[in-house]
C-alpha cells in the first residue's frame, strides 16, 4: 500500500519566532514526517480589526484582546519563509504553508514554487482563494472542519471551475455558482478534481474531544465525492491518527509545538517532539500492519504451522489391519502427519500397517 502523507503541522506555534520555527523543522525532520506546514497571511487581508477571538484562542492567552492582536503577533515575514523553505531542503523534509489571502497563495506558487498547497477548514467557503489555489496548477489538500456536505460540494465545484479552465478546450464561462455546480456535474471535470484534490475530515476545535473526531465520517466524505481522504486532527495524544489510518486515511496532518506550555492558540492541542516521533512511528506500524485483503499467510506463520498444528496419531498400538476407532485413533502435535480434518473419513476402516503408540497415522 501507499505510505501515509504525515504533514507535521507547526502553524503558528513559532509565536512569531523564526529562530523556533527553525528549530520545529529540525524536530519534524527527526520525527519523520513528510512536511512540516506553517501558516502564511497577512494578518489585515485575514481578519478586521474588531474580530473577536475563539474561546479556545482566549483560554491559550497570548497578545491582545482580538484576533487581530494575536495574528500580528504571529505574523511571519516573506524572507522568514524563504528561510525556513531552505531550512526543510538542508533537513531533508518538505515545505508546506496554508495561504489565508490570495496574495500570500501567490507568492508560495510563484516565489517559493511549492508543489503542493493545503488550505486549511475556515477557507472552504472563500472561493477567491479556492479559485486561486485550482489556477495555481498544484494539487490541493483541503480541509472540511466545520463543513456540511453540501458546504464541501460547492467547493469542489469551484475547483472544478478552476481546474476546468486550464483546459484549452475549456471555454471561459462566467463566474457564478451555478457555473460551479455545473463544473461539479461535469464528469471530465469532476475526473480532474479527482486526481488533484484530497480533503481531510477535520474537528474544529482545540482540543477537540474524543466523542467529537467521528471519524466514520472519512467513509462518507470518500464515498460522496470520489476521492482520497485523510485526517487533520486536533485530539490529545496519537491514538485517532493511528486509527484513522486503520479506516483508509492517506494523509495524518497533527499540530506539534516544541513546548505545549507555551502561550498560544495552538501549544494545548498539539504533540511536543517526542510524540511526533511515536505517532509517525505508529502510523508506518499500522502500515505494515494492515497487509494484503487477499488474505496471504506470512512466511513466519507457515514456519509455525508444524510446531502448533496437530495430525492424527495411534493413541495405542495398532495392528495391521485393526479398525480405527475414538479408542485407538486420536489428534496430537505436531503438525508434520495427517490432518486431523480426515479424523472421521478413517474411523471405521482398517490400518493398512502397524502403528506404535504415539506414532503419525499416515493411511490416507
Known amino acids: 500500500m501507499a ?101 500570500s497563495l501567490a507568492f508560495l506558487v510563484r516565489e517559493l514554487q511549492v508543489d503542493l498547497l493545503k488550505l486549511g477548514s475556515g477557507e472552504l467557503t472563500n472561493p477567491l482563494l479556492l479559485l486561486a489555489a485550482a489556477r495555481s496548477g498544484r494539487p490541493v489538500i483541503l480541509s472540511t472542519g466545520m463543513a456540511t456536505l453540501g458546504e464541501i460540494e460547492e467547493a469542489l465545484g469551484v475547483l472544478a471551475f478552476g481546474l476546468s479552465e486550464m483546459d484549452p478546450a475549456h471555454g471561459r464561462a462566467a463566474l457564478s455558482p451555478a457555473a460551479f455546480q455545473a463544473a461539479w456535474l461535469d464528469r471530465a ?3 480532474r478534481v479527482a486526481e488533484r484534490v484530497r480533503l481531510l475530515h477535520c474537528t474544529t476545535e482545540y482540543p477537540a474531544r474524543f466523542s467529537d473526531a467521528n471519524l466514520r465520517a472519512m467513509a462518507t466524505l470518500r464515498a460522496a465525492f470520489g476521492l482520497e481522504v485523510g485526517f487533520s486532527d486536533h485530539t490529545p495524544g496519537i491514538a485517532l491518527p493511528l486509527a484513522a489510518v486503520a479506516l483508509g486515511a492517506t494523509i495524518i496532518e497533527k499540530h506539534f509545538t516544541l513546548d505545549r506550555n507555551l502561550p498560544g492558540p495552538d501549544h494545548r492541542a498539539s504533540l511536543e517532539p517526542a510524540e511526533l516521533r511515536a505517532m509517525v512511528e505508529g502510523i508506518r506500524a499500522v502500515e505494515a500492519g494492515l497487509g494484503d485483503p487477499t488474505r496471504p499467510l506470512a512466511p513466519a506463520e507457515m514456519r ?26 486420536g489428534i496430537k502435535r505436531p503438525g508434520t502427519g495427517l490432518s486431523p480434518m480426515r479424523y472421521f473419513a478413517l474411523l471405521g476402516r482398517p490400518a493398512r500397517r502397524a502403528y506404535a503408540a504415539d506414532e503419525l497415522v499416515e493411511d490416507a
Open 304 to 329: 509455525n504451522r508444524a510446531a502448533a498444528r496437530k495430525s492424527l496419531v495411534a493413541l495405542r498400538p495398532i495392528a495391521a489391519g485393526e479398525v480405527f476407532t475414538p479408542d485407538n485413533l
Open 189 to 191: 471535470a469532476r475526473q
Open 3 to 103: 505510505r501515509t502523507l504525515i504533514i507535521a503541522e507547526a502553524g503558528v506555534n513559532h509565536n512569531g519566532s523564526l529562530a523556533r520555527a527553525r528549530e520545529m523543522v529540525t524536530a519534524a525532520a527527526r520525527a519523520g514526517a513528510n512536511y512540516v506546514k506553517f501558516q502564511i497571511f497577512r494578518t489585515a487581508a485575514l481578519v478586521t480589526r474588531t474580530a473577536a477571538k475563539a474561546d479556545y484562542q482566549t483560554r491559550a492567552g497570548g497578545v491582545g484582546p482580538t484576533q487581530y492582536d494575536m495574528l500580528q503577533a504571529l505574523e511571519l515575514a516573506p524572507d522568514d519563509f524563504r528561510a525556513l523553505q531552505a531550512a526543510c531542503r538542508e533537513a531533508g523534509i518538505g515545505f508546506l504553508a496554508s495561504p489565508f489571502d490570495e496574495e
